[in-house]
């Protein structure tokens, strides 16, 4: 089969992919476990041994990833149940003063994203918009939309989120390295697409009357919050793990006696695990929480993740395919011809999915599926640097076909219109300093 024939092909399973999603609105995993066999049928692989390529690239996957997802979505609604974002929320206001509220909101969402998915920490802190909106006496909007940003930032390129720690597993990349990566390249995202955006753009949107007398004081609930430190500590503590493990193995000599227990902790899922199990200790039996309300805040943490595993399941089913049928194989050979960074064209990938099927997570997921086989012809690519490159990309264009584009819309009461000129746009431009990141990284790397 000719390379035109294989990225026809290719072309053909992503509009597939966008059709079954959009038009047919079918989930996620369905449409892209369909569109895996739709390019093994039409490549000519033996539909006998269909099944077996699609188990292989679901447990692939899922096999590292089920754990890690797991744990992150434990620390997420411990935190959640606890307070944690509000006190992180109250304690930067007070230190750095109502007049820094888009800032200090951008850094909320930045800091107490880490553990939680984008909509569940939108939601999540959304009542704190409010809350600084009235007491800084500003527009919602001005105050959310560095929040939804900066959530959307770390959703994408900061590990141990979901579809960012599957793109790092996928590529074969340094997790500590794509963490460290990701908040150096996230934060000017979230600065210039959060407050900085605001300041310029967003200067004459008025206040929103309807809230002044409704909503009620951050203050009211300080006292029973947890401490900021000790919340911060337990939010950054997983990544301080694995961190730290990437640090301690270019220090220290591989065949030293303690690197198999340095590589034992700062494992995702074990360092994940020791989070979990602290997060348990500061932020459930410290406040009271007894071990069976901690078994029953963890089996709720479950609940939203099942999609998310089937998802990313899928996608790795999806990329096993291309692999195995050689269409992977052929996008290289054509690809290697563009006079083209790969770096944007990842980026450019995950953006253009992003904008077609509405789910970050799906983009990424898809987009590593298609970058794979180019790296293999282009050895001198760190896999880190694509990790965010895709992550970056997926940050794009969030709009109509995006649920978060109407959650955001709906919780700051804005048009569709209004919508798309802030969301749409703060997001892109956010986006887009993510790839001069990526593509600064690759030069210094």
């Given at each position: ?218 203050s009211t609930t300080k006292k029973t919050l947890p401490g900021f430190g000790i919340t911060l500590f337990t939010i950054l503590l997983p990544l301080l793990i694995m ?145 965010i490159a895709i992550g970056a990309g997926a940050i794009a264009l969030t709009q109509v076909t995006d649920s978060y584009f109407w959650l955001v819309k709906e919780y ?34």
């Amino acid at each position: 089969m000719t390379t035109a024939m294989l990225v026809g092909i290719l072309i053909t399973s992503i509009i597939l992919i966008v059709v079954l999603i959009v038009k047919c609105k079918l989930h996620a995993s369905i449409a892209l476990v369909l569109a895996a066999f739709f390019v093994g049928i039409t490549t000519g692989m033996p539909i006998d041994i269909l099944p077996t390529v699609i188990e292989k690239g679901v447990g692939g996957t899922l096999g590292f990833l089920t754990l890690i997802i797991g744990f992150g979505a434990i620390l997420g609604k411990m935190l959640e149940v606890s307070g944690g974002a509000e006190r992180i929320a109250s304690t930067l206001l007070d230190k750095l003063g109502k007049e820094r509220a888009t800032w200090v909101m951008m850094l909320v969402g930045f800091i107490a994203g880490i553990p939680v998915f984008v909509e569940v920490g939108f939601v999540l802190l959304v009542p704190l918009v409010l809350v600084v909106a009235k007491d800084a006496g500003i527009p919602r909007l001005k105050v959310g939309l560095p929040l939804a940003v900066s959530l959307m930032i770390v959703h994408c390129i900061v590990p141990p989120h979901p579809a960012a720690m599957a793109i790092a597993a996928t590529l074969g990349a340094d997790v500590g390295k794509v963490i460290v990566f990701g908040l150096l390249v996230g934060l000017p995202c979230a600065m210039i697409g959060g407050p900085l955006f605001v300041k310029f753009f967003c200067a004459n949107v008025p206040a929103n009357k309807e809230l002044l007398d409704t909503t009620p004081s951050i203050s009211t609930t300080k006292k029973t919050l947890p401490g900021f430190g000790i919340t911060l500590f337990t939010i950054l503590l997983p990544l301080l793990i694995m961190v730290g493990k990437t640090l301690l193995v270019i220090s220290i000599d591989k065949g030293s006696v303690v690197m198999p227990y340095i590589s034992f902790i700062g494992n995702p899922i074990t360092a994940l695990l020791i989070s979990v199990f602290f997060a348990y200790w500061s932020l459930g039996l410290t406040r009271g929480l007894n071990l069976a309300e901690l078994l029953t805040v963890s089996e709720k943490a479950f609940t939203p993740i099942a999609g998310i595993l089937l998802i990313i399941g899928a996608g790795g089913a999806f990329s096993e395919i291309l692999s195995v049928s050689g269409v992977g194989n052929g996008l290289k050979e054509a690809l290697s011809t563009l006079p083209i960074s790969p770096i944007i064209l990842a980026w450019l990938i995950a953006a253009l999915l992003h904008f077609a099927v509405g789910s970050a997570t799906v983009a990424m997921i898809s987009a590593t599926g298609i970058v794979l086989p180019m790296m293999t012809g282009h050895p001198e690519l760190k896999p880190e640097v694509m990790a965010i490159a895709i992550g970056a990309g997926a940050i794009a264009l969030t709009q109509v076909t995006d649920s978060y584009f109407w959650l955001v819309k709906e919780y700051l009461g804005l048009t569709m219109t209004e919508t798309i000129k802030r969301l749409t746009v703060a997001t892109t431009l956010a986006s887009i300093v993510g790839l001069c990141g990526a593509l600064i990284l690759n030069m210094i790397l």
